[in-house]
Each structure stands twice: as C-alpha cells, then as structure tokens.
C-alpha cells in the first residue's frame, strides 16, 4: 500500500503540473464571471428604445406619459430613501430637488404620500397647491410644492444626463426607453415608416380612436421582432390606463373596482424549531435552492475529476510508461494510486473554485452597488452542505473513476474511449435533468427511489439535502455507495491488469464481461495458477 501512496503522490504534482490542471482552475471563475458580467455590460451597452408614437384618441397617449413620470417619481423616492437609511455620501451626492422630495415624502403618512405622488404627477405650473393638494398645507410637502418643486423636480427629471442618472444609480424609463419627440405635421405613418427604416426610430405605436371600447386601429410597428421589451412596458402602462377609463364608464367607485381586483395573497410561513411559525425570509429561499447549486458544482467536479484520469491513464499507456511502472508495483496498486492522486488534484480544484465563490460574494456586490448577499456566504459554509458535498464527491468520484480507468486501461487514445464512454456519460446526465424535480419534492418518492440507485445516488443525495433526508436514508445511501464503489473497483482491477498491456485495437464489451470472470489469481495470458 506504500506503493499506491507514492504512485498517488506522483500522479498528483503531475496533474497539478499540466496546463489542463490549471485551466480547470481558472474555467469556473471566468464563465461564472462571464456569465454574470457579460449580460450587465451587454445591458448597459444597448441602446436606448427610441420611440414615438400618433394618438387618435387624442387623450392616452397624454395619460400614458403622466404614468411613466409618476412610476420614475416613485423610482427616485424609493432609491433616494435607500440612500438616506444607508447614510454616508449617497444621498448627498443626489441633487437637492430629489433631497427635498424624499425627505418631505418621508414626513408625510401613507396617505398624504400617495397625495402628494399624484400632485406630481400633474406638474402643476407655478408651483401652488390648488384643490387636492390644499390637504398638504403645513406639511414639508405642501412647502415644496409653493417653492416649485414640482417644476424643478420635473426640470431635472427631463433634463438630466443619462451618465448622471447611471452614476446616481437611479432607474428612470428613459435610460431604457427614450420618446422621440415629432412635430405633429410630420406625425404620420409615412414618416415614420421611413424613420423606422433609417433607424432613427426604434418602433412607434398607433392608437385607435377608442381604446376603451377595443383594440380596433391599435399598433405596433418595428424591424426589430424578437425584442419585446418595449412593447410590453408601454402595453402594461396602456392597459392601466384604460382599465381605469372603463371602470369610469361603468360609474363604479375607483376604490371599489381596486378593492375587487385586489388579489388574495397567502403570507408564506414555515414551522421553526419549536412548533411556532415563523417568518419566510429570503434567505431561506435561498437554502432551500443552494443544493441545487451544490449539485451542478459537484457534477463538474466528479466529472471533470474523472476525465482527468481517463485522459492520463490514456496517455501514459499510450506512451508505453505503464509498461515500466507495472515492473516496479502491482496492477491494483497503480490503480489505486492513480485513483487517489487525481482525487486529491480534483479536490485542490474545488478548493480554489470555493475561494472564488466567496470572494465573488463579497466583492462583486460592491463592485455593482447591489446589495450585500452576505447571507449566501452563510449558506455556502453550512456545515452540512460542506460535509455532504465533500462524502458525496469523494464517494461520487471513486465510483466513476473506478468506471473510468477501467476504461482508459483498455483504449490507447481518446478516440477508441468516447464509443465506451456513452453508457457511463448517460447515467450521469439523467440526475442533471431530474435536478428541478428533486429540489421541489426532495422526500419525495420520486426522489427517494433515485437516491438508492448508486450512479445516480450522489447528485441526487446532494440535490435533497435542503429536505433534508432523514438520518438513516444518509447511512444508507452511503453504505450503498461504498459497497457498489468496491464492486466497481474489484471489476476495474480486472479490467486493468489486463488491458494496460494490451495494444492495438481496444476489445469489444463482450471480451470485457469476460475478463471480469477471470480469477484475479490467474495469470490471464497463461490462465494458470500463479506459484
């Protein structure tokens, strides 16, 4: 067994020497990285929506327009608060119209905040409170509204640079969606069929004579078909704004028609320790998730481990190394060997890979002015989601790699092992697809019947492990495992005392079942006792 260290030893620092080694290190964190990075800078890189619209309603369009200032008024509210309760430089980097608008919106109450929202929204020139807004006299709000904050705020709103609106981390439709505006004589189909055609418009719409009645003469018209983003942002703005004019018609009180669309809402709670019921959070969201993650993470792990050894098994036979490496131990030894030391890289690969993943947890939210996900920190350095995903990998890669190597003892190049490889490939796929599934039910019996099948038991028990499974089912799963793991070893030991001498062309199945009955104590090329 001294042997099978050294053997160990070596084949790690040689893994850990080859550029594939490293690769495997430094692919995770850049696709991770690529994957999130590349959709916010394609995102911040596109271009604005323009568009432009003709109106035969002669009144929705105008309604529309209020709705998209009074949404983005809410907007600044929402991210100037954020700022204010954060403290710090943020809210005084914001200019002094938002300043003033938050803090009066936060002195008022629910009511006079919605109030005041709708004063907004009218633009009200000369900045006086007339009817409704009477209601805010004495208030903050009512003060801003006398010095023309209204206008002011309206002013910025339409006048700021898009760079300082990016800067200020303030979400206003026109960093998405930019109207152009259109001299009403040129407002026709022609023209804007042409503008469209020169790309100075991105779409326009048409609206029929009554919205309300239908959607008679309404249109959309672009070159752009698979880019829906604007077309549903001004539908969903339309459709409120014509719902309310419908429910008007009808003389139905505006609260009225709120209360009876008001959806019921169920308030998720789960059961603590206790027995009581506790509050849903969004970390625990997130736990019931994070197997998910751990599972793919560990498929890429156990498989690309796998490979590993597959691809230098390959290699050395094919150079003609083993040849002189079995002169000097015994074919178990070497197998073991192999084994452990591609293990022992495949874990130093994880390792690096876990490092990454909480440097990006704190670093990229910071880098992006989110907010702090530290909480998944949390999750990723739960105890049992640590000691899980390390038993089911080392057992989950014993037991491909044993298939593995077995494989690679018989093929002198990659090409000869990917016919052979098809049957292990497959079992591996099918946890991946029943991913979902076992996360949503993961006691399940769907989910219980795949935990006791051993190529399917490690991704599958890692993927349950929010359930979490009950004591026993881990004990059982893991005896299961072991003892499927040495069967797979005693079969590949078989296997490749005989095949990593052979050359030439690599056997078929049947010849393999073969070897797998011959006694380990004979000598497969005399078929006699060995003294």
């Not at 900045?127 to 009477?134: A, L, R, T």
């Not at 490092?355 to 990229?364: C, D, E, N, S, Y």
């Not at 893991?478 to 690599?506: E, N, Q």
């Not at 000598?523 to 060995?530: D, F, G, V």
Request: one cysteine or more.
């Amino acid at each position: 067994m001294n042997k099978a260290i050294l053997v160990a030893r070596h084949e790690y620092v040689e893994t850990v020497r080859t550029k594939a080694f490293w690769v495997g290190i430094l692919a995770f964190p850049i696709i991770i990285a690529l994957a999130v990075g590349v959709p916010i800078l394609l995102e911040k890189t596109k271009d604005e929506r323009t568009y432009a619209a003709i109106d035969h309603s002669a009144f929705l369009w105008q309604e529309i327009e209020t709705r998209i200032y009074v949404e983005d008024v809410r907007n600044i509210i929402s991210a100037s608060r954020d700022k204010r309760k954060k403290g710090g430089e943020a809210f005084d980097r914001l200019p002094e119209v938002a300043r003033s608008l938050t803090l009066a919106w936060m002195a008022l109450d629910e009511e006079g905040q919605e109030a005041f929202v709708r004063i907004l929204g009218e633009r009200q020139p000369g900045g006086g409170i007339e009817g409704e807004g009477s209601e805010l006299s004495g208030t903050d709000a009512g003060e801003f509204l006398a010095a023309g904050g209204a206008d002011n705020l309206f002013a910025w709103w339409r006048d700021a640079p898009i760079e300082e609106v990016d800067d200020l981390n303030i979400d206003l439709a026109r960093k998405r969606f930019l109207p152009v505006e259109v001299p009403e004589e040129r407002r026709t189909a022609e023209e804007l069929n042409r503008m469209v055609a020169d790309g100075e418009l991105f779409a326009y719409f048409v609206i029929g004579q009554d919205p309300v009645a239908g959607s008679e003469g309404s249109k959309y018209v672009s070159n752009n078909l698979t880019d829906r983003e604007l077309v549903n942002w001004l539908r969903g703005l339309a459709s409120g704004v014509v719902r309310e004019h419908r429910i008007a018609s009808e003389h139905i009180d505006a609260s009225v028609a709120r209360w009876i669309q008001e959806p019921l809402r169920f308030e998720a709670r789960k059961v603590g320790d206790g027995g009581a019921e506790k509050e849903v959070e969004v970390e625990d969201t997130a736990r019931q998730w994070a197997p998910t993650a751990f599972t793919y993470i560990l498929w890429i792990s156990i498989f690309s481990g796998a490979q590993m050894l597959l691809t230098s098994t390959i290699e050395e036979k094919s150079a003609r190394i083993m040849e002189v490496l079995v002169s000097s131990v015994s074919h178990f030894e070497l197998m073991a060997g192999k084994v452990a030391g591609v293990a022992a890289a495949g874990l130093s690969v994880v390792a690096s890979w876990g490092g990454f993943i909480f440097v990006a947890i704190l670093v990229v939210p910071i880098l992006l002015g989110a907010p702090s996900v530290g909480f998944i920190g949390q999750i990723v350095a739960d105890p049992g989601f640590l000691l899980a995903f390390l038993v089911y990998f080392v057992l989950g890669y014993l037991l491909y790699a044993s298939l593995l190597v077995g494989i690679g003892s018989v093929c002198t190049n990659i090409k000869d092992a990917q016919s052979l490889m098809m049957p292990i490939v497959i079992p591996m796929m099918i946890p991946i697809f029943a991913m979902v599934p076992v996360s949503q039910d993961p006691n399940g019996l769907f989910a219980r019947i795949m935990s006791f099948i051993p190529p399917f038991t490690p991704f599958v028990m890692m993927n349950r492990s929010a359930g979490p499974p009950e004591l026993w089912e881990y004990a059982a799963t893991t005896l299961l495992l072991i003892g499927s793991i040495y069967l797979t070893m005693v079969g590949a030991a078989r296997v490749f005392r005989i095949g990593i001498l052979m050359t030439g062309k690599p056997p078929k199945i049947g010849e393999i079942i073969r070897w797998l009955r011959i006694d380990p104590a004979v000598n497969p090329s005399t078929r006699e006792e060995k003294p």
